[in-house]
């Protein structure tokens, strides 16, 4: 369809405020464990994580090309870029509401999501990938569970080889190497995070016929980095607070455990080309490494809180999106 260049100027505008509000609210996950165990600063934390994410947002494409595609065929709907309107709309009310009470909730899931709801509301179930929506949703659902189970590992083998030594030094030493893996992780983040604003753009442009391919232009990789950044720099210390000290204490031991094993989770399924939640490989490696620690230390209530916020998230942005495209549509 043909729209207005101003009906894509706000569709790259909400693209660009999703990413930015992604960069404040999910990279306070990066961060959590090596602010919470005064590995940094919580300033310099979030500098430093700010600039990981550029760097990583601007390396990889491959998740920007899957997740559009993957929900619906672009060129095959009616009302595309109204659709992808509905859909921003939707996914930032709902991380601005999550942010506020300090909830890790999932800016991947909150998005796709949205996208689906808007989709079906817009074309009926018809309008729907199946084949690839169901893909995704098993990524989203594998990826937390394997990134507990690593964590566990991870922490259980830790323990074992630093069984005998002076915890004082075992914490002092892995504070220094906490830097280093908040640096690996925060890069993570922002290969597969920024590319899902990446894709959204690219989503839109294909539905407005303004390119043909799903290739990632150069100026959108740029902008998404940047509001990535941007975002990050600001920071989200709600949620730093609930991801590093409402779970169970994290020791820097803890930390590097939990740090390394959800950014090699996160960065494998970007190497795969599939979107994952980063807030939920955070989390779950949190968990699976404090049950390693002590089963009984974790904080299972909260846990249980941000698994709800997980389960309900998908289905309420589906609606959420779906109410808002029909709001547009009087309109149009």
Request: some cysteine; proline content about 3%.
């Amino acid at each position: 369809m043909d729209v207005p260049y101003i009906v894509l100027g706000i569709v790259i505008f909400l693209a660009l405020a999703f990413d930015f509000i992604n960069g404040f609210h999910d990279t306070a996950n990066a961060i959590a464990t090596t602010v919470s165990t005064r590995a940094l600063k919580p300033r310099v934390a979030i500098l430093m994580a700010a600039l990981m994410n550029f760097l990583g947002a601007i390396t990889f494409t491959g998740v920007a090309k899957k997740l559009g595609g993957s929900i619906a065929n672009p060129a095959e709907l009616q009302h595309g870029v109204y659709i992808v309107i509905a859909a921003l709309i939707s996914a930032i009310l709902w991380n601005l509401l999550t942010w506020w009470f300090g909830i890790p909730s999932s800016s991947s899931h909150t998005l796709i999501g949205s996208l689906a709801g808007a989709v079906i509301s817009a074309e009926g179930w018809d309008g729907i990938n199946a084949g690839g929506f169901t893909s995704i949703i098993k990524w989203l659902i594998l990826s937390p569970l394997i990134a507990f189970s690593i964590g566990f590992c991870v922490m259980w083998i830790l323990k074992l080889i630093f069984a005998k030594s002076s915890p004082h030094k075992v914490n002092k030493g892995f504070r220094y190497s906490q830097v280093a893996t908040a640096a690996i992780q925060s890069f993570s983040h922002g290969t597969n995070d920024a590319q899902k604003a990446m894709g959204i753009i690219v989503f839109a442009l294909m539905a407005a016929n303004v390119q043909e391919t799903d290739n990632v232009p150069l100026w959108v990789k740029v902008s998404a980095a940047l509001a990535m950044a941007l975002g990050t720099s600001i920071g989200g210390y709600k949620i730093i607070k609930t991801m590093g000290t409402k779970i169970f204490k994290i020791e820097p031991i803890n930390g590097f455990a939990a740090d390394i094993t959800s950014a090699t989770v996160i960065l494998t399924a970007t190497a795969a080309h599939f979107p994952v939640s980063t807030t939920h490989v955070i989390t779950s490696s949190i968990l699976g490494v404090g049950s390693a620690k002590r089963f009984s230390s974790v904080k299972w209530g909260m846990a249980g809180k941000i698994v709800v916020s997980w389960i309900i998230t998908i289905p309420i942005s589906m609606v959420l999106a779906g109410v808002i495209f029909q709001i547009i549509k009087l309109f149009l």
